[in-house]
């Protein structure tokens, strides 16, 4: 479960770049140290799959299903955490 | 703390005599509130944590002849605070608050559905080496999702019990009281987590691997159900839809009950004057004391309908869509989608608007909501406004189709709304200048059916708080008040030696409030509010409306001796015949133009309700912030009041 990370060749973007229903592996998170942590401890580690749910309408808050369950984040929250979208090869063999 | 068997907290004496005390640590949806409530039933209390505004839910349990103390932590992520209601948590479970000691022991309430990211919590917890249990809910929902666990292999991969509750079934609650009374096996975690948190990620999984843990699969209906709930244009239609009845419910249903409470106690009223022969002292019950009864109890259907409908939307799952939707609106006034509630209320009535700030979890939001909220056009300015509009703009002008008094309300509306997101946008502003951003996230849990004891228990609790605190508060104000309106009487010699007739109840009323302390207050702060063009007269309705904004249109009647203070025409015709009695424009009519609108203006802005400051007093567990709101709404409804004087004055 960790570790997908090579399972996909997708360029690193900003989790807030992702459409709805695309899936993609976490990189990396960034931010102060305490937003880091806070990230982590909703789930979202480097490693960790993750996919974007739906987005609220003019650029608002975004729903992601991490750790098998849904958490609601603002773009600017999102925008600090990096991840590679999954190759559709890839979907076939990620749990 | 060192590691040993059996533990007992900070301040360990006579251990036999005093109370265990477990506290309850878990995510918000996680299904704790349910725990708590089937261990504490009808024994919760809510307070506040001492020096803070962060509320406290605690209560007693029996099991087996003994009592033991539950504390029900604030729902949360991690036990590192990033905000000063954290930091209370923290605090708590390092022994450092002022007079609650640490606790015997914790259990770790974890949704079972959502266990790769509730044991990240876990970790924490066992890394503070105190006594800890765990506690898997939602155990039917994961089976009918097709996950499992083994809860004795989980019980061995951490090396601290485990038991399972399905709440809504009793099952496993007796099971949970057995594993509470034996608290002092619970073992110091014999496991430290590793701290780094991507070999963490991988410690979870390996404890998940252990225990047999089957990943359930995304919920079915909720994913249906939230593909209209939040569809753009339907689920938007949808929000306004429960929004709309959401607010017709403490604007309109709460009506019936309302009338009934107040002709009930019009009645007993009726009784106790015909009973009690002193003048003074039937006043003193039926103005004073059953009055301020009335005014106490009328709130309750209001903020009884509020907190049934709060929280079954919120324990059905829905609160949080609510919120989804409202956040980008919401945060132009520095705020988050979960204020948009309080904010709605408040149109209703500002008791349960800023009761309803409880649904907030940032306690800085909390005031920034609760300090405007009171500026949103509440129910209770709706017979000012109407009496003066109807004074202002004659009834047959129309722009158009539309009747200009509508166009004047629909502005008052609209100033109310807007003023109350701009305050709470400047509280905010002012309160944050530390410049620390609280990230932003919300759990969007899946659809669950309500637990009725639940709902019943979340309406009960805060309408208990609001009688035993806000209650005594108005209750007390209503008497004094009466009686700044009423002291001192008047015999009927006084009363005839100055011209007015004992048997004629209007003219006695009008005689002795014009002398009443309130009146020689209303002379004495004629200053003040000459500049808008208020008289004395004014000025007494003006701490009238203390007690309640429309018993200024009463009180205004009632100095008028007009024949029905509670009609307005009636009312407006007597009072618009006032001149002023005394200073440079002694002689000219009181209520022109100007007067009208700079009252509007300032009914429109001040906070005179003392019922909204008893209330907040109970919510912030402080005199602080109710001052706070009294103060700068007078400065903004003075200076309101003033401008609009000036400029109609230039019209006339």
């Known amino acids: 479960m960790a570790s997908n990370a090579e399972l996909t060749s997708q360029p690193v973007v900003a989790l807030s770049g992702l459409r709805s229903g695309e899936r993609a592996v976490i990189t990396e998170v960034g931010g102060d140290p305490s937003i880091r942590h806070r990230m ?38 999102a925008r600090l955490v990096s991840v590679r979208r999954l190759d559709l090869a890839a979907d076939q063999s990620a749990a | 703390m060192t590691a040993q068997p059996i533990a007992s907290g900070s301040g360990g004496a006579a251990l036999a005599e005093r109370q265990p005390r477990i506290a309850l640590i878990g995510s918000p949806n996680g299904g704790k509130t349910s725990i708590f409530n089937g261990l504490t039933g009808l024994h919760a209390k809510t307070g506040n944590y001492p020096g803070v505004t962060v509320s406290r839910t605690y209560g007693m349990c029996q099991i087996k002849g003994a009592n033991y103390n539950i504390e029900d932590l604030p729902g949360c992520y991690s036990l590192t605070p990033i905000s000063p209601d954290e930091q209370v948590v923290a605090d708590l479970l390092g022994g450092n608050v002022r007079g609650i000691e640490s606790p015997d022991g914790l259990l770790v309430v974890a949704d079972s559905t959502a266990l790769r990211r509730g044991l990240l919590l876990l970790a ?34 951490l090396g601290i019990p485990v ?63 939230d593909k209209v709930l939040l569809h753009p244009v339907y689920g938007s239609i949808i929000f306004f839809a429960v929004m709309f009845v959401f607010f ?26 015909s009973v009690v022969t002193n003048s003074i002292l039937s006043g003193l019950i039926v103005n004073g004391v059953l009055g301020g009864v009335g005014t106490v109890l009328t709130f309750i259907p209001q903020i009884v309908l509020m907190f049934l409908l709060l929280a079954l939307l919120d324990s059905v799952g829905y609160m949080s869509r609510a919120a989804f939707l409202m956040d980008k609106v919401m945060s132009k006034a520095g705020l988050e989608g979960r204020a948009f509630v309080a904010v709605l209320s408040s149109f209703a009535c500002a008791i349960p608007g800023v009761m309803a700030t409880r649904t907030i979890p940032s306690s800085k939001d909390r005031i920034a909501t609760m300090l405007g909220v009171p500026l949103g056009t509440c129910s209770a300015r709706l017979p000012v406004y109407l009496l003066l509009v109807g004074m202002l703009v004659p009834s047959d002008a129309t722009l158009g189709p539309v009747s200009v008094q509508g166009i004047v309300m629909f502005l008052l509306y609209l100033l109310g709304g807007v003023s ?65 309106t009423a002291i001192p009487g008047r015999s009927p010699q006084e009363l005839e030696a100055a011209g007015v007739d004992p048997t004629d109840s209007v ?59 509670e009609d307005n025409s009636q009312v407006a015709q007597s009072i618009s015949q006032w001149t002023y009695t005394e200073g440079p424009h002694q002689g000219e009519k009181v209520f022109t133009a100007p007067t009208i609108v700079a009252l509007m203006l300032f009914f429109a802005f001040a906070l005179q309700c003392m019922s909204t400051l008893a209330v907040m007093r109970r919510e912030t567990n402080t005199w602080k912030w109710p001052a706070i709101a009294f103060g700068y709404m007078f400065v903004l409804a003075w200076v309101a009041g003033f401008i609009g004087h000036t400029i109609m004055s230039l019209f006339s």
């Open chain 2, 507 to 565: 003219a006695v009323t009008s005689y002795t409030m014009e002398n009443s302390i309130a009146g020689h207050i209303g002379k004495a702060i004629e200053p003040v509010f000459e500049p808008l063009g208020f008289d004395w007269r004014v000025n007494i309705a003006l701490v009238g409306s203390l007690v309640a904004r429309e018993v200024s249109v009463s009180t205004l009647g009632q100095l008028a001796a007009a024949s029905d203070p």
């Open chain 2, 124 to 157: 924490e917890v066992l890394q503070k080496q105190i006594p800890t249990a765990v506690v898997l809910t939602m155990a039917d929902e994961l089976r009918r999702r097709g996950g499992s666990i083994d809860q004795q292999a989980l019980s061995r991969a």
């Open chain 1, 40 to 77: 982590h401890l909703l789930g979202f580690t480097r490693g960790r799959e993750v996919s974007l749910v739906r987005r609220a309408p003019f650029n608002g808050p975004m729903v992601f299903r991490v750790c098998d369950a849904e958490m609601c984040l603002r773009e600017a929250q």
């Open chain 2, 248 to 273: 017709q419910a403490l604007f309109t249903w709460a009506a019936p009950l309302q009338d009934a409470i107040t002709n009930l106690l019009a009645m007993l009223g009726d009784w106790v004057s």
């Open chain 2, 420 to 484: 109350a997101m701009m305050a709470a946008w400047v509280v905010k502003k002012i309160t944050d200048r530390s410049g620390n951003l609280m990230p932003f996230y919300m759990e969007m849990p899946p659809y669950r059916l309500p637990r009725p004891k639940s709902v019943l228990l979340a309406m009960w609790e805060p309408t208990k708080a609001y009688l035993r605190k806000a209650g005594t508060i108005i209750l007390a104000a209503s008497v004094i008040i009466w009686a700044l």
């Open chain 2, 163 to 225: 038991v399972t509750v399905v709440a809504n079934r009793g099952i496993g609650i007796g099971e949970l009281r057995h594993l509470i009374a034996d608290w002092r096996n619970w073992s110091v975690p014999p496991i430290d987590p590793p701290q780094d948190p991507n070999e963490l990620a991988g410690w979870v999984d390996s404890v998940l691997d252990s225990a047999g843990y089957q990943v359930p699969v995304p919920d079915e209906r909720t994913l249906r159900i």
